[in-house]
């Protein structure tokens, strides 16, 4: 019931596009846009090609959108996340403050598949790593695990030492005293790490809202 109140309101936000041309990707665009196509065929053997476009800088505004292209023209638009209806099904498109965390077609029976990523885009780029050396993307994507699971660590401790100082805690609990004291170097080298490994699951559009909310 929740999920699909939200596909409604996601839905009510789209705005018809205007007609302008889809401009191929750049390579100085690599962490700044996004861009996913979907091709599907209708009953008569028709092929449509839809393309998902995210700037992740935002628009003048701020405003991050996603824009729909439909064989090449802009035939849509939303803020994020987005649902955007197309045959059988609808694009849904959100994003995390480092890159996509989905962009997949939901059909109307509800099976979901990821959009394709530009090759040329940096989702792209780490698609290509997953298909053409999958023990290295296996153990890339272990590693951004495992510096997140550290991120979430870490930063339970930090919360915790001041919670516990608050007096109806302190008195019927007690303080809890950090066992961890790492130096500002380590701490530095670990918070970038977990941004870095959040980006690399952005690029895949893996999410998990503890994981990676930690790490952004």
């Not at 480092?98 to 792209?124: F, I």
């Not at 302190?170 to 970038?192: D, Q, R, V």
Request: net charge positive.
């Amino acid at each position: 019931m929740l999920e699909e109140w939200r596909r409604d309101r996601a839905a009510r936000r789209v705005k018809s596009g205007d007609g302008r041309p889809l401009k191929p990707f750049r390579w100085w665009q690599q962490f700044s846009r996004a861009l996913c196509y979907l091709t599907l065929d209708d009953r008569d053997g028709r092929r449509t090609v839809y393309a998902v476009e995210v700037r992740h800088m935002g628009d003048s505004n701020g405003e991050v959108k996603a824009h729909l292209f439909r064989d090449g023209r802009h035939h849509a638009v939303s803020k994020v996340p987005a649902a955007f209806p197309v045959d059988g099904g609808t694009i849904e498109v959100a994003t995390s403050q480092v890159g996509l965390k989905r962009c997949h077609y939901v059909t109307a029976a509800g099976a979901e598949h990821q959009l394709v990523p530009d090759p040329k885009s940096a989702e792209g780029r780490r698609a290509s790593l997953e298909r053409d050396h999958p023990v290295m993307s296996r153990a890339v994507g272990f590693l951004s695990v495992v510096l997140l699971v550290i991120g979430v660590i870490l930063l339970v401790i930090q919360i915790a030492e001041p919670i516990s100082r608050v007096p109806p805690i302190a008195e019927n609990i007690g303080i809890f005293e950090s066992p961890l004291h790492l130096p500002m170097w380590l701490n530095i080298a670990l918070t970038l790490g977990a941004a870095l490994a959040s980006t690399e699951r952005a690029l895949r559009m893996r999410y998990h809202w503890l994981l990676d909310a930690a790490g952004n």
